[in-house]
């Protein structure tokens, strides 16, 4: 009866906590799949400005072929601007919309709008930058990786040896006694 209890109020717990942190384990996975994009962006970026695009019909060629973490975002920028707001002041709330790590690619672009600056530097950099990061990231995750199998292993390999193997031997040894 005592097991019964104790399994229900386990139950009750998990579902009081589950959806907070499955919420915020979803945005955290989301905050990582943008960042992880930066590389991605920027090299699209240079290939197209590159080509002879302008900096509005680059953003509107990486809301239809950009990654598709960063397309809702810049889908706000054109529709800001569709609505009357200036390229700029629409690409100052990129970063809102992201991270802070896009904060040197909208720089680069607002000056690249305002001035006419050469950008194929920055985003060749920019690229190499987001690559070792996520780099290090997926480094950092594999070096995790063996510390999360433990608790698997040790609960369920190492009972079945125990019951397979070394359970047998103990019955055949006080069986010989």
Excluded: K
């Excluded at 589950?18 to 699209?44: F, K, Q, T, Y």
């Excluded at 780099?135 to 390999?157: E, G, I, K």
């Amino acid at each position: 009866m005592i097991e019964i209890v104790l399994v229900l109020a386990a139950v009750g717990v998990g579902r009081a906590f589950w959806p907070g942190w499955s919420a915020r384990r979803r945005a955290r996975a989301r905050r990582s799949e943008i960042d992880d994009a930066l590389s991605e962006v920027a090299d699209l970026l240079l290939v197209v400005l590159g080509a002879g695009a302008s900096v509005s019909q680059s953003i509107e060629w990486l809301v239809v072929r950009g990654p598709e973490a960063t397309r809702s975002a810049f889908e706000g920028v054109i529709e800001r601007t569709d609505g009357g707001s200036s390229l700029v002041t629409a690409l100052s709330e990129l970063v809102d919309d992201l991270s802070p790590a896009y904060w040197p690619l909208v720089t680069a672009l607002t000056a690249a709008v305002r001035d006419g600056s050469p950008m194929s530097g920055l985003l060749l950099r920019l690229g190499d930058e987001g690559r070792a990061a996520r780099r290090r990231s997926n480094d950092r995750a594999a070096r995790a990786l063996p510390v999360q199998m433990l608790f698997p292993l040790v609960c369920c390999s190492l009972p079945a040896v125990l019951v397979g193997a070394v359970v047998p031997l103990v019955l055949v040894a006080l069986g010989r006694l």
